[in-house]
């Protein structure tokens, strides 16, 4: 017997495969027409069933925040950058215990990190790969110069169980998919020029150029210099990518299904998806309000409450009833899908499959059982 | 062999139990004092064990946003108020499906909810207490004025299954607990009397006058006429709580352990707590950023990604290294602990326990294999 997507209990995040699918095929596609390594950052689905599907289409490896999502993709993958600073005892630890078979390259930009990330790899029997990050313009972490970009790569270089993986950068300040950013993307192009004359010149040219981000990825082309793009978001987009152009309404795969259980209060509606259920992130273009009604986007969700959002109504001729459902395109769909542990798949409206957020939440993904360091172990709680 | 907060591995929400149990002591005794029933908000801890606690201090039963929420608390508790509109199948499901020897009330502001609600008493073989959800000037949910209220309340009365409760209100307008609101909570008694007085008048005395939200429980003694109140927040407390006077900062039982993984840009820290630990909460009083610094509240979380924060030491002598555990007091509490699937308990320093945040999610609590509508039933996950 099929179910169909009114019958889902809401709030309730879902996907449309069909949607999904497309988005998978349109940025491999890019990346091969361009020759540039596909490297999909995890983050946003957290799902090791999706992760194999971009590499079945091609990726060379996955990026990861967290071990968490190291750990989980482990399972479906032998090469994961895990493109966040190797500091902390916890972290370095469970770095160090990742599958032996599976190479690992992190990203640093600071030399104090080293020694124990070296002690870490010594201790696992393994070896990291470490990209140097510089700050390209976004002011978040990355070494800020092409001079200390040298000195830490000769540091890594120098560092036992250590190797020198090449740049790593995150063009977070680079948003606009618009004509008027080609500027933006020429500066970054000198500014990496910079750090790869600089690297080569003392000796440690870097294999791999790599930057992240989905708007940014559809113009890495124009980027001399550029070997590789980690976009993440491209899989299910949201409403941020497609108002700044960098994908259309329609190639929105998640929205969270909502019920409107209140009419109640002129000119609004609510429905019960909150900031519990889809992130209190402001849209980062044009526009206001958490999310838009994907069959009439004029409605937005313009205040929230944990368990409430409140459509405003004020700019629509539509009169949703209580009980209706609602799909909401979120703002931010990376923080949509770390707020549930399940996410519905739906080929038009009827339900087809459902899979869980593996990598979501901290705790360790292997059997506590299993204490060894290197053995292939089972993934906790996919079947969940 | 002691565990030390040092230990522990970040980013993880610890709670002082010390503070966690002076913040359940001080409600308490200001319900106790002043003759009002307390209930609990339980979408701040969204643990059966602190909920426990509060019931032994005095609570008359708990207050339930979710589903979830009804289900867990229902093994410690058998009085539950689901302060959310009786609305959607799922949702009635399994308000009819909580164990029979709970008692149950939920709040309404539609008439047009009712008779679905009916339908699910009569087939989970109970009745609900429903109360009238009046509208003090939120504009969430909620009737707007006393007739819509005595229109309503009359339904339910006429509704097989269905006792009128009382009423109950959101004020979470009322947001400051200082001096000069005293004009704010006049109002709100001239408006909870004009509902009383109509309810009165047409032959529905509300057995239960029902106020929710943290700032505004600490002056319900000033507004006649309330007999219940729902706090939430207390029990940890948070930034927003300190900075509108409804707590002091010492108050603040819940922080986020972060440890700082970058300091190579200038007149910044980075921690490991961004976006996907914290949440995007803007602070809801004077001051900015997403958090503040434990031990320097003068450092703020001034930027995020997702699993990035980045502190602003511009206004402090502090200097933080590389590998630096800070601990982060959030904006909103109730978000932080949603994020996360369990909560670390110490004494000082010391570790002392940890418990799963049992009611976060939306998935039934309920094992699947007893499909009864009303025997008592193992409570999933709490153990995990």
């Given at each position: 017997m099929s179910t169909f997507l009114e019958q889902l209990e809401t709030p309730v995040p879902v996907v449309d495969l069909d949607r999904m699918a497309m988005n998978l095929d349109r940025m491999a596609a890019y990346a091969t027409l361009h020759g540039l390594q596909l490297r999909p950052h995890?983050?946003?689905?957290?799902?090791p069933r999706i992760a194999a599907e971009q590499l079945r289409q091609g990726a060379v490896g996955l990026t990861c925040a967290t071990l968490r999502e190291a750990e989980v993709m482990s399972e479906v993958c032998d090469d994961l950058l895990?493109?966040?600073?190797?500091?902390?005892a916890a972290r370095l630890e469970r770095l160090a215990r990742l599958p032996q078979h599976v190479r690992v390259a992190v990203s640093a930009?600071?030399?104090?990190?080293l020694p124990a990330l070296s002690v870490a790899a010594k201790l696992g029997r393994r070896s990291f790969d470490v990209f140097v990050e510089a700050?390209?313009?976004?002011?978040?972490?990355?070494?800020?110069n092409p001079d200390r970009a040298v000195l830490l790569a000769k540091a890594i270089h120098d560092t036992?169980?250590?190797?020198?993986g090449g740049v790593l950068f995150y063009?977070?300040?680079?948003?606009?998919?618009?004509?008027?950013?080609s500027g933006a993307l020429a500066a970054l192009g000198t500014d990496l020029a910079r750090y790869i004359d600089a690297l080569r010149d003392a000796g440690?040219?870097?294999r791999v150029v790599s930057g992240g981000s989905t708007p940014a990825a559809w113009r890495?082309?124009?980027?001399?210099?550029?070997?590789e793009v980690r976009p993440g978001t491209?899989?299910?987009?949201d409403r941020t990518t497609a108002m700044i152009g960098?994908?259309?309404?329609?190639?929105?795969a998640l929205t969270v299904l909502a019920t409107v259980?209140?009419?109640?209060?002129?000119g609004q509606a609510v429905i019960d998806a909150g900031t519990k259920a889809l992130g209190r992130e402001p849209i980062r273009a044009e526009g206001d309000g958490f999310g838009a009604v994907l069959?009439?986007?004029?409605?937005?969700?313009s205040r929230m409450s944990e368990e409430h959002g409140i459509l405003?109504?004020?700019?629509?001729d539509w009169k949703p009833r209580l009980g209706d459902l609602v799909r909401i395109v979120p703002n931010h769909v990376c923080i949509v899908v770390h707020l549930f542990d399940e996410i519905i798949g739906v080929r038009g409206h009827a339900v087809e499959t459902q899979w869980p957020?593996?990598?979501?939440?901290?705790?360790?993904?292997?059997?506590?059982?299993d204490k060894g360091p290197s053995r292939p172990r089972a993934v906790k709680d996919e079947a969940r």
């Open positions: 995890v983050k946003t689905h957290k799902s895990v493109a966040y600073p190797p500091v902390g930009d600071d030399a104090a990190a700050d390209v313009g976004m002011h978040r972490v990355g070494v800020s036992s169980h250590l190797e020198f063009p977070g300040h680079i948003r606009q998919n618009v004509p008027d950013q440690l040219p870097p890495f082309h124009e980027v001399p210099g550029v070997t491209y899989v299910y987009n960098a994908c259309d309404w329609d190639d929105c259980v209140s009419v109640a209060v002129k069959d009439h986007p004029e409605v937005v969700v405003d109504l004020s700019k629509s957020v593996a990598a979501r939440g901290r705790g360790p993904a292997y059997e506590e059982v």
